[in-house]
């Protein structure tokens, strides 16, 4: 069986779309004559003309159309593959666009990123810090860092490791307002609440046996960002439901008490902590390497290997 003439078919692509052959010829900054005999070739193959030709115009016949189709997609799949190759072959440089959530970007990403740039001199980070649900694309992101049950899109999503909703108080809070035992006691305490949360007065929670419950503690406070809560729930104002990732210091020490530990939060599963990138095959070096370097960084949960003060 012979191989297809991979050459002639890409070069009878290029001179379609360029619509003449002189034009094809320097685009590829190669002779006019090696494409007229790379097509003549592949129409002797094929044993049917591609093109009407004339001194005046270039044409595709019927059978030239029915070819086209393929070899265009032969040609950008070749394009692609020598690309990701250069790509691997050559060292990352230029610039990734990263967004990450407010306080797990200040806390965990910008001091890791020093020892990114430190590996990768010649690649530059632009982070952009904010709890809102940036639009990859529009917004011309590389990557970004998610917490969540991510809902169903076009973009690709890799899971690095759980995040879990802890539901946690002060110790002086507890002593004088009483320890809730179950979910639906929270309806009788102060609530700490995070805003971005699909429905901030409302928490849910989910029993090791199956069991769903539904409440709603008493507003005292409501930020959209976590770290903003945390000052109030050491202070004893209240009960605040919020990622470990923002409370592990605080537990470790003591300041924070977890409460309700046989309950899971929400009734949508295991919140986590994503990369995701925009759809398409073709990615940068320089995109690639910092998408490994956070996935190593982060596979672990470094805020629960948090140590005792």
Sequence with gaps: MKLPDLEALALFAKVAEAGAFAKAARDLGISK???????TRLETRLG????HRSSRQLALTEAGRG??????AMLSAGETAEAQALDAAAAPRGQVKLAVPMSFGLAYVAPALPDFLEAYPDVTVELDLSDALVDLVGGG?????????LADSALVARRLCDVRLLAIAAPAYLKARGTPEHPRDLSTHDGLTYGLAV???????????????????RPRLQS???D????????????ALLPDFI??????????????????????????????????????????????????RFAAAPWRQVKQR
């Design 228 to 239: 903003a809560l945390m000052a109030a729930v050491r202070r004893g104002l209240g009960i």
């Design 247 to 296: 409370c592990a210091r605080d537990v470790q020490s003591e300041q924070v008490v977890p409460i309700l530990s046989g309950w899971l939060n929400g009734l949508t599963g295991v919140a986590g902590l994503h990369l995701v990138t925009p759809p398409g095959g073709h990615r940068p070096a320089r995109v690639t390497a910092l998408i490994e370097f956070l996935a190593a």
């Design 141 to 149: 992101y590389d990557v970004a860092m998610r917490i969540g049950v």
């Design 199 to 217: 429905t901030p007065e409302i928490w849910r929670f989910r029993s090791m046996d199956g069991e769903d419950v539904a409440v709603r503690p």
């Design 48 to 51: 049917t003309r591609l093109f």
């Design 67 to 72: 070819v086209l189709s393929g070899a265009r």
């Design 33 to 39: 004559a090696t494409i007229s005999k790379a097509v």
């Design 224 to 226: 959209n960002n976590g």
